[in-house]
């Protein structure tokens, strides 16, 4: 039996996704979080094989959790259910050590088997991730020069995010000017902190400022 824990903040996904594991016999649903926090319970991570995982939590990044998870168990297999396709997004899930990623608008048939590959230790990654993993390596391949700098992928959300920060904007005050909520902000905070390397904003700020991030 595959013990599954769903961590995604989105209730109707995760309900949708019980409807969907619930008619598969060798899959069993132990738990759901909907924030990243809840994650960290070692009994429950004692009981589970798999975490399916969102990136985008209110609370703490999927990133980071799967970081931090896989130091604590590291007999826990991730599987990322993410609705991002971009390149930066699916190069920091592979350097956390999740052996899979799919797109959260994949069918049953691929998400059960994705599970079931990952339960063996095997990696699946669906076919556009794939096809997004091998366009960066080759494109990397061919811009990459003896000892440049590599500069952080991030989005052009994450890039906003940052510009404000830099101009000592509160997350509240962020997500006043973007129009999105201010647990998206922190969401997008946490993700800029994890993809720069750094432990708190001045680190950020530096490291932006380093790879000519900023305007």
Avoid: W
């Avoid at 824990?5 to 995760?14: A, G, N, Q, T």
């Avoid at 691929?110 to 556009?128: M, Q």
């Amino acid at each position: 039996m595959i013990k599954i824990l769903i961590v995604d903040d989105h209730k109707m996904f995760v309900q949708g996704l019980e409807s969907i594991l619930s008619k598969e016999e060798d899959i069993e649903i132990v738990h759901r979080c909907h924030e990243g926090k809840d994650v960290f319970n070692m009994e429950l991570l004692d009981r589970i094989d798999i975490i399916l995982l969102d990136i985008n939590l209110p609370d703490i990044s999927g990133i980071e959790i799967c970081r931090r998870i896989l130091k604590l168990k590291d007999h826990i297999k991730i599987l990322v259910l993410s609705m991002h396709d971009e390149e930066s997004y699916i190069t920091e899930v592979l350097k956390s050590g999740a052996l899979g990623y799919v797109l959260k608008n994949t069918g049953r048939k691929e998400l059960v088997t994705a599970i079931r590959t990952v339960a063996s230790g095997r990696t699946y990654f669906s076919e556009d991730i794939t096809n997004t993993i091998m366009n960066g390596l080759l494109n990397n391949n061919r811009k990459a020069k003896p000892q440049e700098k590599q500069v952080p992928k991030i989005t052009r959300r994450e890039k906003e995010v940052l510009d404000l920060i830099m101009e000592e904007n509160t997350n509240q005050e962020i997500a006043g000017k973007l129009f999105i909520s201010l647990k998206t902000v922190e969401a997008h905070r946490s993700n800029l902190l994890s993809k720069l390397n750094a432990r708190n904003t001045a680190g950020m700020v530096k490291k932006a400022i380093a790879f000519d991030l900023v305007k």
